[in-house]
């Protein structure tokens, strides 16, 4: 363990990225413990809105501004899911837990125990009935979202899970995980389904296509993969990272494919063709979390350096820097509306909100 901050973080250091997965053409983002509030308990802030701007035109996303703060993780906050309602906000941290979160009001609903190390990814099914969460402990949880009940544990990897992605349909699950490979289960029986090699080192981020054809991982080894989700055949390489690759997001239109990495850089690639289209430029410190908002128009970028920057996403100009988190930017994610982003990384969620 190294002490770091206010943080315990296991050795190698490792920062998450988070899942953003497109779930039935809309997007879906992915007890209690002595110290945290009691169920129910408002656990906001002030807003704060000071943010910084540029001279770049782009979709609603560039009107956003800080709506809420939420506080009640012990430790830093790695992973973030919004249910397709945009009612529920799910995260994970490096306490180990995972809360649960009434998304307009940031009541904290419930708080989840079970892992016995960092919740290093989250995501929620379609029909926001499940939640899945992977761990440093090497396990899969698949937990019901209205009890809080656990449903199941899978097991499998011999390594971190570093990242989950349920597919549109609902039916099957994805993990990644730092033991270099990615699994493929059935979400209702538990069963593994197939297991996919193919990265030379730790696999950081998978997501799945809106028709659910294509399933896309990054890794450590500056690649990402593009295989066929039915089959588990690899479809193709993509190269140009010149570091790990943090993370990786779809359009809803299945066009689009995004990739952040710690050369600072954002790339976007045709996902059909593989071609790259362009590169993004602007973060000091490694990239660990995009997301792409539901009209096509905009990424989201969360960083290292402690900024969330809003891209025009068809020129590749910047919006505006959101400042306000003291630590990495490890998770960003957009609620299926496009009226909502919820960054998290430090011990802290923010909640900004379109201004109306």
């Not at 890794?219 to 990786?248: P, Q």
Request: charged residues 20%.
């Amino acid at each position: 363990m190294k002490k770091i901050g206010k943080w315990e973080i296991k050795l190698p250091l490792r920062v998450a990225a988070t899942v953003l997965l497109l779930l039935g053409g809309e997007l879906a983002y992915s007890i209690s413990t002595l110290g945290h509030p009691p169920i129910g308990q408002r656990n906001v802030s002030s807003p704060n809105p000071v943010v910084m701007s540029s001279n770049a035109s782009g979709s609603s996303l560039e009107n956003v501004s800080l709506d809420k703060t939420l506080t009640g993780h012990s430790k830093g906050v790695i992973s973030l899911a919004i249910s397709r309602d945009g009612q529920i906000l799910v995260s994970g941290s490096f306490d180990g837990t995972i809360k649960i979160w009434n998304l307009t009001t940031g009541d904290l609903i419930r708080t989840l125990s079970g892992h016995s190390d960092s919740v290093s990814a989250i995501t929620i099914s379609p029909d926001g009935q499940t939640i899945v969460s992977g761990s440093y402990d090497n396990t899969i949880k698949i937990w019901h979202s209205v009890t809080g009940n656990l449903i199941r544990t899978l097991s499998g990897h011999s390594s971190d899970v570093w990242s989950v992605a349920i597919s549109p349909d609902g039916q099957t699950l994805v993990s990644g995980s730092f033991d270099n490979t990615i699994k493929i289960w059935n979400l209702a029986t538990g069963d593994l389904i197939r297991t996919l090699s193919g990265h030379s080192d730790y696999v950081r981020s998978v997501a799945i296509s809106p028709d659910g054809q294509n399933l896309v991982s990054a890794s450590r080894d500056k690649t990402i993969k593009i295989w066929d989700l039915a089959t588990g055949d690899l479809i193709r390489t993509l190269s140009g990272h010149s570091d790990y690759v943090n993370c990786v997001a779809i359009s809803r239109d299945g066009q689009t494919l995004a990739s952040s990495s710690r050369d600072k850089t954002i790339k976007i690639w045709d996902l059909k063709t593989g071609d790259l289209i362009r590169t993004l430029s602007g973060h000091s410190l490694a990239v660990w979390s995009v997301a792409i908002s539901p009209d096509g128009q905009t990424l989201v970028s969360g960083s290292a350096d402690e900024t969330i920057k809003i891209w025009n996403l068809k020129t590749g100009d910047l919006i505006r820097t959101l400042p306000g988190h003291s630590y990495w930017v490890s998770s960003v994610v957009i609620s299926s509306d496009g009226q909502t982003l919820v960054s998290g990384g430090d011990e802290i969620i923010k909640v900004w909100r379109v201004s109306r």
